[in-house]
T-cell receptor
Framework: LAKTTQPISMDSYEGQEVNITCSHNNIATNDYITWYQQFPSQGPRFIIQ???TKVTNEVASLFIPADRKSSTLSLPRVSLSDTAVYYCLVGDMNRDDKIIFGKGTRLHILP | EPEVTQTPSHQVTQMGQEVILRCVPISNHLYFYWYRQILGQKVEFLVS????????KSEIFDDQFSVERPDGSNFTLKIRSTKLEDSAMYFCASSGDLYSYNEQFFGPGTRLTVL
């Protein structure tokens, strides 16, 4: 599993776009980049997954540059309810496997 | 939308007692997992289960832990003789088949408190 590095915490304000960057210099050819979200006292929840370029869904966008050594999770127009821990995961997603969570990025949205 | 459910939401037990945590995974999923999260710490993998047997387990998952899928719907985690350090949130998760994204669906968790 590729090691990932992401900020420990971030603050932002309601209505702002939030970008959380994750570094994964040792990403392998078969690895995908996946982001999970965890609200306080709840289980983690899958947000988005991608391999290259850009992926967008109803919750977020994921930007991956050509070298794939980093990725950016973009949350448009955040609200207070987006306050959570966000985990960047990198691994071979061609088979189901355990998830190794890091400490994630604790995002705090202010009014 | 289908979801993973867990019972009980909160379990309080005395040290040395046995506890069973219950989970109902999403019905057509094939892979099942238990994770735990000690207060303020990372989510840690305990065990994965596929085809009625353990496929992988972590160092945390010692002889005091066991898992079982007693019927077609439930997936249980048993701790035989609880210790104070077993106090944590325990999350069950399930995921689909080999041809889908490796998205794991997590339950709401059981908060285990060992006194």
């Amino acid at each position: 599993l590729a090691k990932t590095t992401q900020p420990i915490s971030m603050d932002s304000y309601e209505g702002q776009e939030v970008n959380i960057t994750c570094s994964h210099n040792n990403i392998a050819t078969n690895d995908y980049i996946t982001w999970y979200q965890q609200f306080p006292s709840q289980g983690p929840r899958f947000i988005i997954q991608g391999y290259k370029t850009k992926v967008t869904n109803e919750v977020a966008s994921l930007f991956i540059p050509a070298d794939r050594k980093s990725s950016t999770l973009s949350l448009p127009r955040v609200s207070l309810s987006d306050t959570a821990v966000y985990y960047c995961l990198v691994g071979d997603m061609n088979r189901d496997d355990k998830i190794i969570f890091g400490k994630g990025t604790r995002l705090h949205i202010l009014p | 939308e289908p979801e993973v459910t867990q019972t009980p939401s909160h379990q309080v037990t005395q040290m040395g007692q046995e506890v069973i945590l219950r989970c109902v995974p999403i019905s057509n999923h094939l892979y099942f997992y238990w994770y735990r999260q000690i207060l303020g710490q990372k989510v840690e993998f305990l065990v994965s289960f596929y085809n009625n047997e353990i496929s992988e387990k972590s160092e945390i998952f010692d002889d005091q832990f066991s898992v079982e899928r007693p019927d077609g719907s439930n997936f249980t985690l048993k701790i035989r003789s609880t210790k104070l350090e077993d106090s944590a949130m325990y999350f069950c998760a399930s995921s689909g088949d080999l041809y889908s994204y490796n998205e794991q669906f997590f339950g709401p968790g059981t908060r285990l408190t060992v006194l």
